[in-house]
C-alpha cells in the first residue's frame, strides 16, 4: 500500500523553472512536499528561518512544515490574523519586529506559508528587510499556486487603494504542496480555477480543452490533474512574466476579466464576491463582447461559459449592478491610457489581446443584455 502510494505520488511530482537569469527559481509542485525536506532545505539562505503565516492556515500545516525544516536550524514564526484586511504596512512592520528582535541577518530566509495575502506581504517584508533578503513561497490557495507566487509582485494595500505599497522581488523557491487544498473552502477552490481557466483563454486553446475534459478531476481533487493544471498555469504565467518582467506590454493580457471583475468587486464591496468569482464572470463578459466585435462564435462563447459552469462559478453579474454602475467603476481603472477604455478581448479562444476600440455602445447593450 505505502509503496502503491509512493509511485502515484511521485507521477503527480512535477518541477518547472521560472528563467529570469541569475534570479532564476524552481517551482516544485505535488502532494507531500510540505514535510520533506528535500524540498526546502535547498533553498535556504542561511540557518535563520522565519515562516510567516495566519490564524487559519497555522494550525492545519505549520507543523508539517517545521518538520521539512530540521532542528539544526534556528526558526521563528509569525502568525497573523486572516483576511485581506491585514494586508497592510502594520502587519509587514510586525515581520520585520520579529525578524529584529530574533536578531536575524541578511542571510536570513523568510517563507510564507498561506494564499495570496500572507505570499505578498511576505515577499514585501523579504524585499525591504536589510535591504534584501531571501524568501520561499508555500502557497496554499490555488489562487496563490496558480498566480500571486509567479511573478515577483509583492506589497501591502494602503487605504487609498489596493497593492498601492510594493516591489518586484523574486523568491529563492515556490514550494506547492497539492495536498493543502484538500482544507480549502470551496468557493476559494473554485475562485482560483476561474484564474487557472484565464491561461488556458488567453494563450492555450489546448489546455482550455483539457480543462474542459478535467474539470470534475480538478474538483475532486485528483493530485495529478492538480499538479497539470498548476504546472501548465504557472508555466504560462511564468513565460508571460519572462517575457514582460516589469508589465510593460504582454503581462496585461493577464487581466483578461478583471476590468468588468474589478467593478463588480467594487461595486460589491470587496469580501462579497471573491476575486476569482468575480474574474469568472468578466472573462465570459469578455468573451461575450469579443462575440459581438466579430472574433467568437456563438459555440466559442458557449464553451467559455460551459467550462466556468463546469468549474462552479457565477455567470451572471450582480442583480443590483446597473449598465452606469458598470461603466463609471470601468472609467476609473488603472489600465487605461488617455481616455481609451482598454479591454483585454478574445481573438480566438487561447488569443487574447488589448483592444480599445470598442464603441461605447457596443459596451452599453453588452452589459444591459447579460444576465443578472
Ligand atoms: P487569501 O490569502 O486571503 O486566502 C483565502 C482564504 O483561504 C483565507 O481565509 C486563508 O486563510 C485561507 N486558506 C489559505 N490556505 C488554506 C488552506 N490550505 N486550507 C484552508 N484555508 C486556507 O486569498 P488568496 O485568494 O490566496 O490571495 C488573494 C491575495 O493575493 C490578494 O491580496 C491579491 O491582491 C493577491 N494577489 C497577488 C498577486 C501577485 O502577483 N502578487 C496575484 C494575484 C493575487
Ligand atoms: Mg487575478
Known amino acids: 500500500m505505502q509503496g502503491m502510494n509512493m509511485t502515484r505520488s511521485i507521477d503527480a511530482r512535477r518541477t518547472l523553472t521560472v528563467a529570469l537569469g541569475e534570479r532564476?527559481?524552481?517551482?516544485?509542485?505535488?502532494?507531500?512536499?510540505?514535510g520533506d525536506p528535500q524540498w526546502l532545505r535547498p533553498h535556504l539562505a542561511g540557518r535563520q528561518v522565519m515562516i510567516v503565516t495566519n490564524e487559519t492556515v497555522a494550525p492545519l500545516y505549520l507543523e508539517r512544515l517545521k518538520a521539512g525544516l530540521g532542528d539544526d536550524l534556528t526558526v521563528r514564526e509569525v502568525v497573523l490574523p486572516d483576511g485581506e484586511a491585514t494586508k497592510t504596512l502594520a502587519s509587514v512592520e510586525r515581520i520585520w519586529d520579529a525578524l529584529l528582535e530574533a536578531g536575524f541577518n541578511r542571510?536570513?530566509?523568510?517563507v510564507a506559508l498561506g494564499g495570496g495575502v500572507i505570499g505578498d506581504m511576505t515577499g514585501y517584508a523579504a524585499a525591504s528587510y536589510q535591504r534584501g533578503v531571501a524568501f520561499v513561497q508555500v502557497p496554499t490557495t490555488l489562487l496563490s499556486q496558480v498566480d500571486s507566487s509567479v511573478g515577483g509582485k509583492t506589497g501591502v494595500n494602503h487605504p487609498r487603494g489596493k497593492n498601492m505599497i510594493g516591489a518586484f522581488w523574486q523568491p529563492r523557491a515556490v514550494l506547492i504542496d497539492t495536498d493543502t487544498l484538500s482544507t480549502l473552502p470551496r468557493r476559494e477552490l473554485s475562485a482560483g480555477l476561474?484564474?487557472?481557466?484565464?491561461y488556458g483563454l488567453i494563450r492555450d486553446v489546448g489546455?482550455?480543452?483539457w480543462l474542459e475534459d478535467n474539470m470534475a478531476a480538478l474538483r475532486g481533487l485528483d493530485a495529478a490533474a492538480l499538479a497539470w493544471a498548476?504546472?501548465?498555469?504557472?508555466?504560462l504565467k511564468a513565460e508571460i512574466v519572462a517575457e514582460d518582467e516589469t508589465e510593460q506590454g504582454v503581462r496585461a493580457l493577464l487581466n483578461l476579466g478583471h476590468t468588468f471583475g474589478h467593478a463588480i468587486e467594487t461595486h460589491q464591496g470587496y469580501g462579497r464576491w471573491l476575486h476569482g468569482e468575480a474574474v469568472g464572470t468578466g472573462m465570459l463578459l469578455a468573451a461575450e463582447l469579443s462575440r459581438r466585435l466579430g472574433w467568437l462564435s456563438d459555440?466559442?462563447?458557449a464553451r467559455t461559459r460551459e467550462v466556468l459552469a463546469a468549474a462552479d462559478l457565477p455567470l451572471a453579474?450582480?442583480?443590483?449592478?446597473?449598465v452606469d454602475d458598470f461603466l463609471s467603476i470601468m472609467r476609473l481603472d488603472k489600465k487605461n491610457l488617455d481616455d481609451r477604455l482598454r479591454l483585454i478581448l478574445l481573438?480566438?479562444?487561447?488569443?487574447?489581446?488589448?483592444?480599445?476600440?470598442?464603441?461605447?455602445?457596443t459596451l452599453a447593450t453588452l452589459l444591459e443584455d447579460f444576465p443578472r
Open 299 to 301: 459555440d466559442e462563447v
Open 24 to 34: 532564476s527559481y524552481p517551482i516544485h509542485i505535488g502532494p507531500g512536499l510540505l
Open 230 to 235: 498548476i504546472e501548465r498555469s504557472c508555466s
Open 347 to 361: 481573438r480566438g479562444l487561447g488569443d487574447a489581446c488589448i483592444h480599445d476600440q470598442t464603441p461605447p455602445e
Open 194 to 198: 476561474a484564474e487557472v481557466i484565464k
Open 317 to 322: 453579474a450582480p442583480a443590483d449592478m446597473s
Open 207 to 209: 489546455f482550455l480543452t
Open 107 to 110: 542571510r536570513c530566509t523568510l
